[in-house]
């Protein structure tokens, strides 16, 4: 259930302050208890869809471009990595 439904009764009713004003260039500052539930930080990237008059948000996750590679940048024993770059570029 989302957090501004789930404490709408609760002790702190954080429903009001899930509000946000649309800015003159339509941007919105999404609050922080969200943006800390789903890990958002400066550069996340987010899809935007329109559905009966409802705006959803979703957090597209990047894969990390290091993790493809995790692995596979074993060097053969014994071989330093000059050694290595020769030998598989012909040299």
């Known amino acids: 259930m989302p ?4 404490l709408q009764n609760g002790k702190n009713d954080y429903y009001k302050s899930m ?16 943006r800390d539930d789903l890990g958002l930080e ?3 990237v987010l ?8 705006i959803i948000v979703t957090k597209i ?3 990390n471009p290091i993790s493809a ?5 074993i ?3 014994g071989r330093s ?6 030998l598989v570029r012909g040299a």
């Open 3 to 6: 957090r501004a439904l789930a």
């Open 19 to 34: 509000n946000a004003i649309v800015s003159e260039k339509g941007q919105v500052t999404i609050p922080k208890p969200i």
């Open 42 to 44: 400066a550069g996340s």
């Open 47 to 54: 899809a935007f869809a329109e559905d009966e008059g409802r």
């Open 61 to 63: 996750l990047q894969e």
């Open 69 to 73: 590679w995790r692995g596979r940048g």
């Open 75 to 77: 060097l053969p024993a």
């Open 81 to 86: 990595v000059d050694e290595y770059l020769d």
